[in-house]
């Protein structure tokens, strides 16, 4: 089986999420994509190929085009106002609030998340773009006949939705790869997620159609994150 991967997932380096009242180093970190590298190459699993490249269109296919026009120019828009550091949102539109995109940075980041975890660095763009590139290369390699192949992504991908990032993800590799097949002429795709948290994008993206079935097993969300999708 073949393993899709590609190195550039280490540009996504964040220095620190808000988590349990504190300003931490962030769980999500490079270590994690490599500790996965050595089991895969420790096991003889098969070849390490780069992804190819698929453009834009399959990921315009999934997330909306102002979500991605602001994702690709966060970090610039950040910077030239804060500086060279992680970018983090300040408050969200809740309850009661208007859902209204803000000029400000500060704002659109507060608009476009669901979370303080997620830090928007000068790599985000490029790696969480790259891991949709794995992800759909392993496609690929499924639709020529492969029975399997395994996309090493990172960023992680299953808690974004089509315009909101959060829960370390970005872009929803997982979506972004059965909406392709789908455009491939399947008729129904099936995504089985198996991460401790609920996968509350690819189950929002999808949740309105009948051509894509999403199946999660995962920890209850009356007491672990996302906390407000994920329910019987």
Known sequence: MRTVYAPEHRLQDGKSELIDGKLVPCFECPARAEIVLECVRAANLGALVPPSSHGAAPIAAVHTEHYLRFLESAYGAWRKAHGECDALPLNWPTRGMRQREPEAIDGKLSYFSFDA??????????????????????????AAGERAAFAL????????????????????????????????????????????????????????????????????????????????
């Open 117 to 142: 975890g997620t830090p928007i660095t000068a790599g985000t763009w490029r790696a969480a773009t790259l891991a949709a590139e794995v992800a759909l290369s392993a496609g690929d390699a499924v």
């Open 153 to 232: 992504c990172r960023p992680p991908g299953h808690h974004a939705a089509a315009d909101l990032y959060g829960g370390y993800c970005f872009l929803n590799n997982a979506a972004i790869v059965a909406q392709d097949f789908v455009a491939r002429g399947a008729r129904r795709v099936a995504v089985l997620d198996v991460d401790y948290h609920h996968g509350n994008g690819t189950q929002s993206i999808f949740y309105g159609r009948s051509d894509v079935l999403f199946l999660s097993l995962h920890a209850d969300p009356r007491h672990e994150f996302p906390y407000f999708l994920g329910y019987a």
